[in-house]
């Protein structure tokens, strides 16, 4: 082999060898590339679905908060509604006392409670006060009941209040209190709970 020759076969292989650790470069240069292609992909998948995540628990915490608000919204309008009817109820209750103290039935209750006080007290000393309002049935219900009445110092509406002072006893017929009573342990009853 002439110079030329060696030179030119040193040249190819020089090349060839050349090529060949290029070709191996540029190949593991793009194994590193997509490695990191995958890596940056995985990470921004991560920070994505991490970054979904956080807004959907701020989207669920908000949707809550604003539940809770309206809810609290129709409790409140519901609690003044419930307020509003018993009021009217009472009111209509009471209008109905006042008006059923103005009849016969009234005196027949009065005379019914008086009977009732005395058969509780027996022999018992016994005082029953009538409401102020009910001071023009006194003489009447005395001579019809056998018993000595007495008005009250404060109005009660209607009905009896008797005392039997030897056993420290109080019976309270009154409407006042039996009114207030039911007033203030008046419940409504049904809706969402009850069914």
Sequence with gaps: MTIEEKLQHFYDSSVEE???EAAQMIEEH???LNEMLAEHKHSRRQSAEAEVKAE??????EVNKALSAQQ???KRNWTKKQ??????LFAEVQSLLE????????????????KEAQDFAGEDELHIYLTPSDSSRLETLSQKTGAALRLADEEFIGGIRAIIPGK???IDNSFREAFLACKKEFKFDGGPRYE
């Excluded at 959907?56 to 915490?61: C, K």
């Excluded at 307020?83 to 009217?88: A, I, Q, S, T, V």
């Excluded at 008006?99 to 008086?114: H, N």
């Design 18 to 20: 050349a090529y060949q």
């Design 99 to 114: 008006d059923f103290v103005k009849t016969p039935e009234y005196d027949s209750y009065l005379c019914r409670k008086i």
């Design 56 to 61: 959907s628990e701020n989207a669920r915490r």
């Design 168 to 170: 420290n006893i109080l």
């Design 83 to 88: 307020n509003e009817l018993k009021d009217r």
């Design 30 to 32: 793009k194994k590193n």
């Design 72 to 74: 609290l919204t129709i």
